[in-house]
């Protein structure tokens, strides 16, 4: 299994490779295209603001090799939410491969939602044994609308996509590394997808 963590300066990458390795997986951390395009499975990770880490994948060329990737990627929090069509932070283009909008929660609740919430509407094999009204660790202001291409959602001032599929690409809002066993059985569910490449 070669798993591979995009490097692109964004991304709280060693408790992600930590929950891997506890699966019996190390992850290797590149930037380098072929070895990314020669992956069984590629991690899309992000922490921080949308714009400068789009910068990032741009100045690198990421931006136009991850649309084309064929074997199962996921995206985590702000790689979730750049590989949507745009995010209003910092007024960005997003990476197109998910057909929704990310909006900025309003002022009328806590920014960020920071901790646990339940994520509902199961629909994936990324979600095999996990149960409705599971709990789930996030942290972010900013969410993905409501839209077909959800395979879960998050209540929180609003109904919102707190996990997105389309064809091989997988995306999370929440922090599957930081959310106890649960959340690696997401992971280790992410491992044994069938890779098309």
């Keep these: ?28 951390l590149t930037n380098d295209i072929d070895t990314i395009k020669s992956a069984d499975k590629v991690i899309f990770p992000g922490v921080g603001e949308a714009s400068s880490a789009m910068k990032m994948l741009i100045e ?12 199962p990627v996921l ?12 995010t209003e932070e910092g007024n960005t283009k997003g990476l197109g491969i998910f057909d929704v909008a990310v909006k900025k929660f309003s002022n ?42 959800a395979i879960a959602t998050t209540d929180y001032e609003l109904e919102y996509s707190s996990a997105l599929q389309k064809d091989n690409f997988y995306g999370v809002q929440f922090h599957p590394e ?4 649960e959340g690696e059985k997401i992971l280790k569910n992410f491992l044994e997808l069938k890779t098309n490449n």
């Design 108 to 149: 009328t609740v806590k920014v960020p939602q920071m901790g646990w919430n339940v994520i509902t509407n199961l629909r994936s094999d990324l979600f095999k044994g996990i149960k409705e009204n599971e709990f789930m660790y996030l942290v972010h202001s900013f969410y993905a609308e409501s839209c077909e291409e």
């Design 1 to 28: 299994m070669k798993l591979i963590i995009i490097d692109y300066g964004a991304g709280n990458i060693k408790s992600i490779q930590f929950a891997f390795k506890r699966l019996g997986v190390e992850a290797i």
């Design 75 to 86: 995206g985590i929090c702000l790689g979730m939410q750049l590989m949507c069509n745009s």
């Design 60 to 71: 690198s060329g990421l931006h136009a090799v991850i649309p084309t990737l064929k074997q």
């Design 178 to 181: 930081k959310s106890g066993i």
